[in-house]
């Protein structure tokens, strides 16, 4: 029988690096992309980001578990989300036929208005802040180096 080699107990100064650099700009991202969203068109990252999977989903709908698996919130904070959306008129829930238990939510055409008003400010913030810093050849193998840490992440829907 072989021996494993022994687990290193710190990160090297390369890994830690590469992940607290990660964890950075995604944390700075998020809040300035959320600002911007917010400021412009009273809608929050958070929210923009369901109306966003629903618009490109089949019949502009989603199971509340396909959504709340698509989005960067837990199940409890998806349902209080959509709760919220809902009030606010920009998307409905229907129940699925094959399943009277389950539940879709629905992508109205007040939260389609919204998403075309918020979607330059996005798409330039994105371009702006992050973006910017690279030329196409590295977004390419950015985008590989994703792939590579969680297939099909660079074939979910557009931003």
Partial sequence: MTSLPPMQTELTPAELGAWRGMLRVHAALLRALDAELDAAHDVPLTSYDVLIYLKDAPGKRLRMAELADSVLLSRSGVTRLVDRLEREGLLV????????RGLYAVLTPKGEELLERARPTHLEGVRERFLRHFAEEELETLAGYWERVLPGSVDAPQT
């Fill in 93 to 100: 829930r229907d129940t699925c036929v094959d399943d009277g």
